[in-house]
């Protein structure tokens, strides 16, 4: 063993990246007491095992007040401390729109003070509700299309009493006479199944359980007959749950709907409730509402020189602000998803520049977004409001000392314009040949919420993609492939005449014909319409919807395109990348691209499932089985912060987390592995970025979780009989049992929650915990393992769990570990595990010291593996490990995404392990190196940006060595791990610095 590099002398530091509450320079915070963070830099590249033994804080009102050494706000004076983030304010108080300046000064190991850093900024935003004085206006509401289901009845039948329904057949039947009905249609919908028959003919019949949001609209005119007919629809109710039927048929303009006088197995039918029940909620048929976007506009006059103008902006909706014509951000969506009911969010701007001597046009552009538009499936919309609104507070400061506000109110004038549709889900009709005219005093409207400053990443365009292949795949139909899946929409440039109208349909895949696959899509029409002004070049993308794709299909050019007539534009939360990883596997690099981009394709305000079909929710099963890796990909702190006050804004009464969040009528009970987000995600940002204040404003509602989960427990700690479960999801031919899942995470949350109750000095809490967790965990082993280790179910999930969350003895654990294995050699060595299993395989197998296995799975290219949707063309992570097969070709439409995070999970895995880079603890004050050799890889590279700085590895091996050189940044310590060709490792403990090894 030779030690390469020397160790130097030490020499000094300087704070760099100076961020308050997780984000850089933010304008308008909304906390009491700000946070502060820096990283550390050496002034020497060459300098070792630096650290920081004190710090220096100044807060001002006045860069030159900063600039002459002091703070009005704040002076901290000289703080004998290692601490470089988590540091609250402790100065004068902040009122609402205060605009301050701060810099930090460090002392080094040797006592030494360092050079101040750049300055930094934030501000205050209006902090008190009654600092807002601009009113919520509006212009139309969006029209929706007439719905023949509107005053029919959910039925059902009369012998079973309310609650779920047993599996079976129910036969409902309805008699009418007609004469020669010009037109008779029935629209209807069942739950699960139906089967239509009119006088004994079937007319149709559906076949996807999961499919009955999707209303049917049926033309029975070609099959009646004069006198009396006989209508007869089957419900097959596929499992004991809900089961319903509602129907309206239309006989020219003669209504009949379903309610108590149809019969239903020979007796009088019972009406269940009105279109709008739960558990249905409102069914309509597929129809959108048209909803043009609204265009506001005030001007003003502006002669006096100005000093400072910030235009703070809302909207319940998505609003795109204008100064003089100009956008004042390219920020996309804003102000993002919440429970608009509890809280909406505002953005900051400062607007100075954009505003000049004279008139000045203030102008804005107003969609429904996620507040009355179309989210989830089967067309349902309007889950907080029917009415987008938009409200805006423009101050000016002038440098005499006056002020002057501009707020929204019936001052404001509104128009329709070229935006003629937007919708999320849908699409975009832009006509260029309109511009907005007719313009008519704003309502004013009122909405009851919190109005809060947004405390996380705005979306933003990250990358633009370029044409891989044009097709015409029949005349005048071009098909565009950008070579990478993603989320976004395209821009075009054309020079087209007057009236062109260009369509472009948005998919994943290509189907068996070479065509675009939108199957997959449900609901989803991801169409977005351009109508050409003419006579000119013309640049336009879409802004108020996006979509997951691939490939496009354009029709209505009048010539092929050209590579730069339409660029793919994708987009994402912006969150800050952090890391990297490269190895001498083409097939891994393929794999960890694959997880970054299904992650940013996610990661839109919110972790959402899928930016494709229509759901795009933030599901709390997919947000805690990723985000781990999400952050060793993206400083994701700012982005969870935001999210999981949603979180907490959702959870019901009784404790119990959601399924997604923002919450959705009906999806409150989010489950075991999903529900369990509310502890695990606010444990990885303590764990990775050291935010204890986080931890503590989420704790309570962690602990009223924990005890939801105790009190629906049977007497001995176990699940109840009856309750919500998705299981581990698409699994392969592996059913783990829900009994055992269940309680796995009940004690892995309870596991955490000892931590963290220690973590935040709660003593008597961190024991009820330990008392508690040693009851479930005995209760796991009494009820679902054998003595000689086998788990329930027998599943490699099952293990996964038992073995993850400690839920064994010593000698059980052992003889699981060796099940585990066993039944991946059983499957030819591949995988089963779903959603649940799948986040920690990788990481049980390395703890059982079996990493020889994980490398085998994490190689595979059969079916199921990371590999095999490599082979077959996959630049996302797919939904489902069958997603496509060459045998069976595509899954399920109902449920087959290719662009869903949470496979690629394997990611932290491969950072932690090929990488070797995790945290000791908390925040990376002490950091583990230990990379493992992969045996098909000759060498690899990682970096990751932690909250304290660049921590990089890389090593290569030949077959006489092993070379491995680790940066580990000041203020910290690593324990590594060097690797050596005979399987063992040489242990060091070292100091910031870059470190050298080499082992033959």
Same mark, same amino acid.
């Given at each position: 063993?030779?030690?390469?590099?020397?160790?130097?002398?030490?020499?000094?530091?300087?704070?760099?990246?100076?961020?308050?509450?997780?984000?850089? @320079?933010?304008?308008?915070?909304?906390?009491?007491?700000?946070?502060?963070?820096?990283?550390?830099?050496?002034?020497?590249?060459?300098?070792?095992?630096?650290?920081?033994?004190?710090?220096?804080?100044?807060?001002?009102?006045?860069?030159?007040?900063?600039?002459?050494?002091?703070?009005?706000?704040?002076?901290?004076?000289?703080?004998?401390?290692?601490?470089?983030?988590?540091?609250?304010?402790?100065?004068?108080?902040?009122?609402?729109?205060?605009?301050?300046?701060?810099?930090?000064?460090?002392?080094?190991?040797?006592?030494?003070?360092?050079?101040?850093?750049?300055?930094?900024?934030?501000?205050?935003?209006?902090?008190?509700?009654? @600092?807002?004085?601009?009113?919520?206006?509006?212009?139309?509401?969006?029209?929706?299309?007439?719905?023949?289901?509107?005053?029919?009845?959910?039925?059902?039948?009369?012998?079973?009493?309310?609650?779920?329904?047993?599996?079976?057949?129910?036969?409902?039947?309805?008699?009418?006479?007609?004469?020669?009905?010009?037109?008779?249609?029935?629209?209807?919908?069942?739950?699960?199944?139906?089967?239509?028959?009119?006088?004994?003919?079937?007319?149709?019949?559906?076949?996807?359980?999961?499919?009955?949001?999707?209303?049917?609209e049926i033309d029975l005119a070609p099959h009646l007959k004069a006198g009396k007919n006989i209508l007869e629809i089957d419900v097959i109710n596929a499992t004991p749950s809900p089961c319903g039927l509602i129907a309206s048929l239309n006989l020219g303009g003669i209504n009949i709907s379903t309610d108590s006088s149809w019969l239903c197995d020979g007796a009088l039918a019972r009406e269940?409730?009105?279109?709008?029940?739960? &558990?249905?909620?409102?069914?309509?048929?597929?129809?959108?509402?048209?909803?043009?976007?609204?265009?506001?506009?005030?001007?003003?006059?502006?002669?006096?020189?100005?000093?400072?103008?910030?235009?703070?902006?809302?909207?319940?909706?998505?609003?795109?602000?204008?100064?003089?014509?100009?956008?004042?951000?390219?920020?996309?969506?804003?102000?993002?998803?919440?429970?608009?009911?509890?809280?909406? *969010?505002?953005?900051?701007?400062?607007?100075?520049?954009?505003?000049?001597?004279?008139?000045?046009?203030?102008?804005?552009?107003?969609?429904?977004?996620?507040?009355?538009?179309?989210?989830?499936?089967?067309?349902?919309?309007?889950?907080?409001?029917?009415? &987008?609104?938009?409200?805006?507070?423009?101050?000016?400061?002038f440098t005499d000392g006056t002020k002057q506000s501009i707020n929204t109110d019936t001052s404001w004038k509104v128009a329709d314009g070229p935006i003629l549709d937007e919708h999320f889900l849908h699409g975009e009709k832009f006509d260029a040949r309109l511009q907005p005219k007719n313009w008519v005093p704003a309502k004013v409207g009122e909405f009851k919420t919190v109005l809060q400053?947004?405390?996380?990443?705005?979306?933003?365009?990250?990358?633009?993609?370029?044409?891989?292949?044009?097709?015409?795949?029949?005349?005048?139909?071009?098909?565009?492939?950008?070579?990478?899946?993603?989320?976004?929409?395209?821009?075009?440039?054309?020079?087209? &005449?007057?009236?062109?109208?260009?369509?472009?349909?948005?998919?994943?895949?290509?189907?068996?014909?070479?065509?675009?696959?939108?199957?997959?899509?449900?609901?989803?029409?991801?169409?977005?319409?351009?109508?050409?002004?003419?006579?000119?070049?013309?640049?336009?993308?879409?802004?108020?919807?996006?979509?997951?794709?691939?490939?496009?299909?354009?029709?209505?050019?009048?010539?092929?395109?050209?590579?730069?007539?339409?660029?793919?534009?994708? =987009?994402?939360?912006?969150?800050?990348?952090?890391?990297?990883?490269?190895?001498?596997?083409?097939?891994?690099?393929?794999?960890?691209?694959?997880?970054?981009?299904?992650?940013?394709?996610?990661?839109? @305000?919110?972790?959402?499932?899928?930016?494709?079909?229509?759901?795009?929710?933030?599901?709390?099963?997919?947000?805690?089985?990723?985000?781990?890796?999400?952050?060793?990909?993206?400083?994701?702190?700012?982005?969870?912060?935001?999210?999981?006050?949603?979180?907490?804004?959702?959870?019901?009464?009784?404790?119990?987390?959601?399924?997604?969040?923002?919450?959705?009528?009906?999806?409150?009970?989010?489950?075991?592995?999903?529900?369990?987000?509310?502890?695990?995600?606010?444990?990885?940002?303590?764990?990775?970025?050291?935010?204890?204040?986080?931890?503590?404003? *989420?704790?309570?509602?962690?602990?009223?979780?924990?005890?939801?989960?105790?009190?629906?427990?049977?007497?001995?700690?176990?699940?109840?009989?009856? #309750?919500?479960?998705?299981?581990?999801?698409?699994?392969?031919?592996?059913?783990?049992?829900?009994?055992?899942?269940?309680?796995?995470?009940?004690?892995?949350?309870?596991?955490?929650? =000892?931590?963290?109750?220690?973590?935040?000095?709660?003593?008597?809490?961190?024991?009820?915990?330990?008392?508690?967790?040693?009851?479930?965990?005995?209760?796991?082993?009494?009820?679902?393992?054998?003595?000689?280790?086998?788990?329930?179910?027998?599943?490699?999930?099952?293990?996964?769990?038992?073995?993850?969350?400690?839920?064994?003895?010593?000698?059980?654990?052992?003889?699981?570990?060796? #099940?585990?294995?066993?039944?991946?050699?059983?499957?030819?060595?591949?995988?089963?595990?779903?959603?649940?299993?799948?986040?920690?395989?990788?990481?049980?197998?390395?703890?059982?010291?079996?990493? @020889?296995?994980?490398?085998?799975?994490?190689?595979?290219?059969?079916?199921?593996?990371?590999?095999?949707?490599?082979?077959?063309?996959?630049?996302?992570?797919?939904?489902?490990?069958?997603?496509?097969? &060459?045998?069976?070709?595509?899954?399920?439409?109902?449920?087959?995404?290719?662009?869903?995070?949470?496979?690629?999970?394997?990611?932290?895995?491969?950072?932690?392990?090929?990488?070797?880079?995790?945290?000791?603890?908390?925040?990376?004050?002490?950091?583990?190196?230990?990379?493992?050799?992969?045996?098909?890889?000759?060498?690899?590279?990682?970096?990751?940006?932690?909250?304290?700085?660049?921590?990089?590895?890389?090593?290569?091996?030949?077959?006489?060595?092993?070379?491995?050189?680790?940066?580990?940044?000041?203020?910290?310590?690593?324990?590594?791990?060097?690797?050596?060709?005979?399987?063992?490792?040489?242990?060091?403990?070292?100091?910031?610095?870059?470190?050298?090894?080499?082992?033959?």
């Amino acid at each position: 063993m030779s030690l390469i590099a020397p160790i130097l002398a030490a020499g000094s530091l300087i704070a760099v990246d100076l961020r308050c509450n997780a984000l850089t @320079d933010p304008l308008a915070i909304q906390s009491a007491q700000p946070q502060f963070s820096w990283k550390l830099k050496a002034v020497d590249p060459q300098s070792k095992n630096l650290s920081q033994s004190a710090y220096h804080i100044l807060v001002a009102s006045d860069p030159a007040i900063l600039k002459s050494g002091k703070g009005d706000l704040w002076d901290s004076g000289k703080v004998i401390s290692s601490s470089q983030f988590g540091i609250k304010y402790q100065g004068k108080a902040l009122l609402s729109r205060a605009q301050c300046w701060w810099k930090v000064q460090v002392w080094d190991q040797a006592g030494k003070a360092t050079d101040w850093s750049s300055v930094a900024y934030f501000g205050t935003g209006l902090k008190d509700q009654s @600092d807002w004085q601009a009113q919520w206006i509006y212009g139309k509401t969006p029209e929706a299309p007439f719905n023949p289901l509107a005053d029919a009845k959910w039925i059902g039948s009369s012998k079973i009493s309310v609650g779920d329904t047993p599996q079976g057949t129910y036969h409902f039947r309805r008699e009418f006479e007609t004469n020669e009905a010009k037109s008779a249609t029935i629209t209807l919908t069942a739950d699960n199944l139906f089967i239509l028959k009119l006088n004994g003919k079937k007319l149709h019949q559906t076949t996807d359980p999961e499919n009955w949001r999707s209303v049917q609209e049926i033309d029975l005119a070609p099959h009646l007959k004069a006198g009396k007919n006989i209508l007869e629809i089957d419900v097959i109710n596929a499992t004991p749950s809900p089961c319903g039927l509602i129907a309206s048929l239309n006989l020219g303009g003669i209504n009949i709907s379903t309610d108590s006088s149809w019969l239903c197995d020979g007796a009088l039918a019972r009406e269940i409730g009105k279109n709008g029940v739960a &558990p249905w909620g409102l069914v309509k048929p597929k129809g959108l509402v048209k909803a043009p976007a609204q265009y506001f506009k005030k001007s003003v006059q502006i002669t006096r020189s100005i000093k400072r103008a910030t235009a703070y902006v809302t909207a319940l909706g998505i609003v795109d602000f204008e100064v003089n014509g100009k956008r004042v951000a390219e920020d996309l969506f804003t102000p993002g998803w919440t429970n608009y009911n509890i809280r909406t *969010h505002y953005r900051t701007f400062d607007i100075t520049k954009n505003l000049k001597s004279g008139t000045n046009d203030f102008n804005a552009v107003l969609g429904q977004g996620w507040f009355a538009g179309y989210v989830a499936w089967g067309l349902q919309r309007e889950h907080y409001g029917k009415t &987008p609104m938009f409200k805006a507070q423009i101050e000016i400061e002038f440098t005499d000392g006056t002020k002057q506000s501009i707020n929204t109110d019936t001052s404001w004038k509104v128009a329709d314009g070229p935006i003629l549709d937007e919708h999320f889900l849908h699409g975009e009709k832009f006509d260029a040949r309109l511009q907005p005219k007719n313009w008519v005093p704003a309502k004013v409207g009122e909405f009851k919420t919190v109005l809060q400053a947004f405390p996380g990443d705005p979306v933003q365009a990250y990358q633009t993609i370029k044409t891989k292949s044009i097709k015409e795949v029949e005349k005048r139909v071009y098909q565009i492939d950008f070579g990478q899946n993603l989320s976004g929409f395209v821009k075009l440039k054309v020079n087209q &005449p007057s009236g062109t109208k260009i369509t472009i349909r948005h998919a994943e895949r290509l189907d068996k014909n070479g065509r675009i696959y939108t199957t997959n899509l449900r609901a989803a029409e991801a169409t977005d319409v351009y109508i050409c002004k003419g006579g000119e070049v013309e640049e336009w993308n879409p802004r108020f919807t996006f979509h997951g794709f691939q490939y496009i299909e354009v029709t209505g050019l009048t010539e092929k395109p050209k590579e730069n007539t339409f660029t793919a534009i994708a =987009i994402s939360s912006a969150t800050p990348e952090a890391g990297q990883l490269e190895t001498s596997d083409p097939m891994l690099n393929q794999l960890i691209s694959n997880a970054w981009w299904t992650q940013k394709m996610n990661f839109i @305000d919110v972790p959402t499932d899928c930016p494709q079909r229509d759901e795009r929710l933030g599901w709390t099963g997919d947000a805690q089985a990723y985000i781990l890796t999400a952050s060793y990909y993206s400083d994701v702190q700012s982005f969870f912060t935001k999210w999981l006050e949603s979180l907490d804004d959702d959870q019901r009464e009784d404790g119990q987390y959601p399924k997604v969040a923002p919450i959705l009528a009906g999806l409150d009970d989010g489950g075991p592995a999903w529900a369990d987000a509310g502890v695990i995600c606010p444990m990885v940002i303590y764990d990775m970025y050291g935010d204890k204040e986080l931890l503590s404003r *989420h704790y309570p509602n962690m602990k009223r979780f924990i005890e939801f989960c105790r009190l629906r427990s049977k007497p001995g700690l176990l699940p109840p009989e009856k #309750y919500h479960i998705y299981g581990d999801w698409l699994s392969i031919n592996a059913n783990t049992p829900n009994d055992v899942i269940t309680q796995a995470y009940f004690a892995g949350s309870t596991e955490l929650m =000892i931590r963290a109750a220690k973590i935040l000095g709660h003593g008597e809490d961190a024991q009820s915990f330990t008392d508690l967790h040693t009851k479930v965990k005995k209760a796991f082993q009494d009820a679902f393992v054998t003595t000689d280790g086998k788990v329930k179910g027998e599943t490699q999930c099952a293990y996964v769990l038992a073995l993850g969350f400690d839920l064994l003895n010593e000698t059980q654990a052992k003889n699981a570990a060796d #099940y585990l294995i066993a039944d991946i050699e059983k499957r030819g060595w591949h995988l089963s595990t779903g959603f649940v299993g799948t986040r920690d395989l990788m990481h049980v197998l390395s703890k059982i010291g079996r990493d @020889d296995v994980a490398f085998r799975l994490l190689h595979n290219t059969t079916f199921p593996s990371w590999g095999f949707t490599i082979k077959n063309g996959a630049t996302s992570i797919w939904e489902r490990w069958d997603g496509w097969t &060459p045998e069976k070709g595509f899954q399920d439409p109902g449920m087959n995404s290719f662009a869903h995070y949470a496979y690629g999970a394997v990611s932290g895995w491969m950072f932690k392990t090929i990488g070797g880079i995790s945290p000791l603890e908390a925040g990376f004050s002490k950091i583990l190196i230990a990379p493992k050799l992969d045996p098909k890889l000759t060498w690899a590279s990682t970096t990751y940006d932690s909250v304290r700085g660049p921590i990089k590895t890389s090593w290569k091996r030949s077959e006489n060595s092993i070379e491995l050189t680790a940066e580990v940044p000041p203020n910290t310590t690593a324990e590594i791990h060097v690797p050596k060709l005979d399987g063992t490792v040489e242990k060091y403990n070292v100091g910031s610095g870059t470190w050298k090894f080499a082992t033959s």
